[in-house]
Every structure is written in C-alpha cells, then in structure tokens.
C-alpha cells in the first residue's frame, strides 16, 4: 500500500505541475485583482477538485465517461466557458488594476475557479482511470480513491501556494501596463486555445 502511494505522489506532483486551464486562471486573476483574487479563485479550484473526487470514488465518473451525450454537453459548457474568460482577457487587456480587488471582484474569484474544474469533464475522467492504476488488489476502491484524490488536492494546493508565495516580485514587475497588457493577451489566447481544443477534441 504505501509503495502504491509514493508511487501516485510521485506521479501526481509531474502532473500538477503541468499547467492547464485552472493554472492560467488563478495567474489570470492574480494579474488583474492580486493575491486576494488568486487565492480565492485558488479555493474554487480545488473546491472543483473536490467534487470530482468524491463523484470518481462513488463511480459517477464512470458513468459519465460511458455517457457520450452528458460528457459532450459538459464538454461543450467548458469550452465556452475558456472561450469566454479568454475573451474576457483580450477584451480588458491592461486595463484592470493591480490594486486589492473590491468585494464585488473577490467574489467572482471563487466561482471562477470552481466553474474552471466542474465544466472540464477530462478531470473526472482523469480520477475516474488514472487512480485505479495505483490502488493494491484487495483494498477498498472508494476509501483508497478518497485517499489518492486527497493526496491530488493537497499537492495542488501546496503548488498555487508556492506560486502565490512568489508572486511578490512578479506583481512589482507587471505595474508595467504594456507588460500587463501583453499578459493578458497572452494569457487569453492560451485560454481561447485550450477552449478550442476541449470542444473540438473527439
């Protein structure tokens, strides 16, 4: 059991530190409102991941891969979604400030991040076939998937802290608004990209 779950860290920290859309919308947030924005858009992320945990070790996620209809219609919701925060980004590019976000911008951080995670069907299909591989014949598969994905959740978190905890001199660096600007193109195009790519994907 415990080779199994070094075995699944190991191989869950490469794979979280693999950026995907989550991690471009917590940099996406931590650009335009700072820390505050990121962490809660952070919260949601891993909120998100959550869900699918739980929904892989009760098995819904088989269902779901095996149902072409709900896992094209989630598709298709998430690939709007990227599209619609990538667009969000090159419509605003440079504009937003770096100042602490007010209330109505803080709130928006956590759905944010939540909606990211829920409307990506490839993550509860990623739990659903990825964690069975490391679970010992014989054990329980719902309590030892709980474990695994837990383990998932806290490697994630420990890499956005890491990466908010750095984000100091970054921050400093992107007050230059033509460098802001840039970013945030960048950063839309890259989410627009993997929009385009989850809705057109067979």
Known sequence: MLLQVAAFTLAAVLIVLLPGPDTLVVV???VRGGRRLAFRTVLGVLSGLMVWVVTAALGLSAVLRASHD??????????CYLIFLGARSLRSSGAQSLE???PRKLRTGYPAGLLTDLLNPKVGVFFVTFLPGFIPHGEPVGYVSLLLGAIFIVLTGIYFVLLL?????VLRWLETTHIRRRLDRCTGLVLIGFGLRLALEP
């Open 165 to 169: 905890a750095a984000s100091k001199p």
């Open 28 to 30: 996406r947030n931590l």
């Open 70 to 79: 709900g896992y094209l219609g989630l598709r298709i919701a998430g690939a």
């Open 100 to 102: 602490p976000a007010g």
